[in-house]
């Protein structure tokens, strides 16, 4: 039973990894053969809704703007790091627990 | 001496690590959603009115969850931290621009669409605030395309794979596709608003499509493959929460 288990979470944790590298080289081939300007595709939009109707102005306007380029990447780092840092939390503590259950369940064979 | 070494090498190699994201970072540019003041006030004002009532539903569909398992608040906060983590990256795509995931899937397969109708909702309320991300006027249509659409197709198109093959495929497949049709709604949305003037809603639609739909496929695919991966972390060491939500399935 605990080796089908240990086997099983072998598997698991290469198909992790093949995941892992799956996501990043497909975010690295458009970068590495595709030349482009790599805004957003939201500018891009805002530009398509000028060709649409030319006379068109935004009507309503941020309260609130990131001063500068850099501060804007600092935002969205900070939201990425916070969201890890809780799923990084959440499931170190499942592990943690699994593990504890695991060896409290070997103990008393012990 | 050895361990002092040691610590200031790696404390070196973060900083090297920290300057060079910092400095390599690509020129910021706002990705996706439908930006703050883009539309018309009349749509802004319904997207909103048809985005409340889920919100509402959501909410009501969270305080019965914590109330009657209070121990699955933990994977609450994780189903809405991957949406905040996935909508925070913009990933360059084959069309030579950037786009964000949205990250809503897992949740939605986890607690059903509506929880994910308030989660999303926070992140894109986040966002355009504090981001100049999308926009508050807009927030009402964002919320349809991203906390509404998506996870809502997530939920019945893992239900209607769960049926026929492998639990794995069916996330995959389900966070993938409600990915990509978050972006083909944000597109019929702007149609709707801005229908051409010879071709009417159908060419503009196509023209919002091929800018926002084609550079999230390969975003989709990796929001998939995310999302399968964040399941597997939970299939290892989550089972009895996955035990309460009634997710697991039977296996030889």
């Known amino acids: ?110 | 001496m050895k361990a002092r070494n040691r610590k200031l090498v790696s404390l070196g190699l973060m900083a090297g690590l920290s300057c060079y994201i910092v400095l390599a970072s690509a020129t910021p540019a706002a990705a996706m959603h439908i930006s703050e003041g883009f539309l018309p006030v009349q749509w802004a004002a319904f997207w909103w009115m048809v985005a409340l009532p889920f919100f509402v539903v959501g909410l009501r569909q969270i305080t019965h969850i914590t109330k009657e398992h209070p121990e699955l608040k933990l994977l609450l906060a994780l189903a809405g931290a991957f949406t905040f983590v996935l909508s925070a990256l913009k990933i360059p795509s084959v069309t030579g621009s950037c786009s964000h995931p949205t990250g809503t899937g897992l949740g939605a397969i986890l607690f059903g669409p509506s929880v994910m109708a308030v989660l999303g909702a926070l992140v894109l309320l986040f966002q355009s605030v504090l981001l100049a991300h999308g926009g508050l006027t807009t927030l009402g249509a964002n919320m349809f395309s991203m906390a509404i659409v998506g996870p809502f197709a997530a939920y019945f198109i893992y239900q209607l794979l769960m049926r026929t093959g492998s639990q794995r495929v069916a996330i995959f497949c389900a966070a993938a596709i409600a990915d990509l049709l978050t972006y083909v709604v944000t597109s019929m949305q702007l149609a709707l608003a801005f229908p051409a003037a010879s071709g009417g809603f159908m060419a503009s639609f196509l023209k919002f499509v091929g800018i926002f739909a084609i550079t999230q496929v390969p975003l989709a695919i990796s929001e998939g493959l995310l999302t399968v991966l964040v399941w597997n972390w939970l299939h290892s060491y989550g089972q009895p929460e996955l035990e309460t939500l009634k997710l697991l399935k039977q296996e030889s």
């Open chain 1, 1 to 110: 039973m605990s080796e089908k288990n240990t086997r099983n979470q072998q598997a698991t944790s290469q198909q992790n990894w093949m995941l892992v590298i799956g996501v990043v080289v497909l975010a690295v081939i458009p970068l590495a053969f595709v030349r482009g300007e790599y805004g957003g595709s939201d500018d891009q939009a805002e530009k398509a809704i000028t060709e649409i109707q030319p006379g068109y102005e935004p009507w309503f306007k941020h309260f609130f703007e990131p001063a500068s380029g850099e501060i804007e990447s600092l935002l969205f780092a900070t939201q990425a790091a916070l969201g890890a840092g809780v799923i990084g939390y959440a499931i170190g503590l499942y592990k943690g627990r699994s593990q504890s259950q695991q060896s409290d369940d070997k103990s008393p064979l012990e």
